[in-house]
Nanobody, 128 residues
Framework: VQLQAYGGGLVQTGDSLKLSCTASGRTLGGRDMGWFRQAPGKEREWVATFRRSSGRTYYADSVKGRFTFSRDNAKNTVYLQMNNLKSEDTAVYLC??????????????????????WGQGTLVTVSS
């Protein structure tokens, strides 16, 4: 299974952008799905995770209320709707997935090492 994130671009402060992440190969339906981002010179930062078992999405405080995760199982695609973008949101955004049938525990949602699949990122640049 390969993941591919796309939809990034150059936007201005306050704009919205919707990222997509698709999978080639097997479906994403049996996996917990996460979004991370990495700004230049900084460590990978957790953004959000959807836990399949509960159907809930968890968000980092920095994006809570502005970003929304969604998924379309028929299209084998997950999305990240980003509203009210800020300059500090500038980063490469990456999607990630747990192993098939595996659940990520709550305390580890923000740990990149527990995600087994990663896709190429998409760059989001927010200009002020």
């Amino acid at each position: 299974v390969q993941l591919q994130a796309y939809g990034g671009g150059l936007v201005q402060t306050g704009d919205s952008l919707k990222l997509s992440c698709t999978a080639s190969g097997r479906t994403l339906g049996g996996r917990d799905m996460g979004w991370f981002r990495q700004a230049p010179g900084k460590e990978r930062e957790w953004v959000a995770t959807f836990r399949r078992s509960s159907g809930r999405t968890y968000y980092a405080d920095s994006v809570k209320g502005r970003f929304t995760f969604s998924r379309d199982n028929a299209k084998n695609t997950v999305y990240l709707q980003m509203n009210n973008l800020k300059s500090e949101d500038t980063a490469v955004y990456l999607c990630a997935a747990s192993g098939e049938g595996r659940q990520i525990i709550l305390s580890a949602l923000n740990n990149p090492r527990v995600y087994e699949l990663w896709g190429q990122g998409t760059l989001v640049t927010v200009s002020s």
